[in-house]
T-cell receptor, first 110, second 120 residues
Framework: SQQGEEDPQALSIQEGENATMNCSYK?????LQWYRQNSGRGLVHLIL?????REKHSGRLRVTLDTSKKSSSLLITASRAADTASYFC??????????FGQGTRLTINP | EPEVTQTPSHQVTQMGQEVILRCVPISNHLYFYWYRQILGQKVEFLVS????????KSEIFDDQFSVERPDGSNFTLKIRSTKLEDSAMYFC??????????????????FGPGTRLTVT
């Protein structure tokens, strides 16, 4: 079954630096989405990239998708303390359900 | 901006009791979902619901679980006889579409803030 797996599991960087998180999955997909979750809170949709797209930008976010390697990356540029959260990739294949990875816990140090 | 809401934010119940978790999806959305997240683990799909019936469910969604759209706005998840292992954060989500040939934005699932269920 398809499964999103993020790495690293935890990432700690200084404010202003760029943060890169990776996601791998196992089967073909329709699209891949990235979500943010602040501690104990709900999931906030960040960006969606379709299987026929290679790169997407949204503000300080840049997502890439390599379907040949079944992987995606999320880059957050010029990080801020408010970016501290867990980040999840979620894949969608045909049916409606999203399959989430374990997530990357990102900590931005002031 | 419209958002998905969930009540209660925290529910404590005793093992064996029935609980109903409530959600109000975004008003023009047609697809509704429940996910759960056990503490420290990944978010897991439970069920999707469209046109007043379940369209997909996971292995987790056994006979103890049921969903209902009792009126035009609410979407509920019922757990008939709660177990300790049902303790988790339960998220409701909704989307305009399930997918397939529609504009990108309609694929997005919008999540509520979650209900933390604690079974003692």
């Amino acid at each position: 079954s398809q499964q999103g797996e993020e790495d690293p599991q935890a990432l700690s960087i200084q404010e202003g630096e760029n943060a890169t998180m990776n996601c791998s999955y196992k089967t073909s997909i329709n699209n891949l989405q990235w979500y943010r979750q602040n501690s104990g809170r709900g999931l906030v949709h960040l960006i969606l990239i379709r299987s026929n797209e290679r790169e997407k930008h949204s503000g300080r976010l840049r997502v890439t998708l390599d379907t040949s390697k079944k992987s995606s990356s999320l880059l957050i540029t010029a990080s801020r303390a408010a970016d501290t959260a867990s980040y999840f990739c979620a894949t969608k294949r045909g049916a409606q359900k999203l399959v989430f990875g374990q997530g990357t816990r990102l900590t931005i140090n002031p | 901006e419209p958002e998905v809401t969930q009540t209660p934010s925290h529910q404590v119940t005793q093992m064996g009791q029935e609980v109903i978790l409530r959600c109000v999806p975004i008003s023009n959305h047609l697809y509704f979902y429940w996910y759960r997240q056990i503490l420290g683990q990944k978010v897991e799909f439970l069920v999707s619901f469209y046109n007043n019936e379940i369209s997909e469910k996971s292995e987790i969604f056994d006979d103890q679980f049921s969903v209902e759209r009792p009126d035009g706005s609410n979407f509920t998840l019922k757990i008939r006889s709660t177990k300790l292992e049902d303790s988790a954060m339960y998220f409701c989500a909704s989307s305009e579409s399930g997918g397939g040939g529609l504009p990108r934005s309609s694929y997005e699932q919008y999540f509520g803030p979650g209900t933390r269920l604690t079974v003692t």
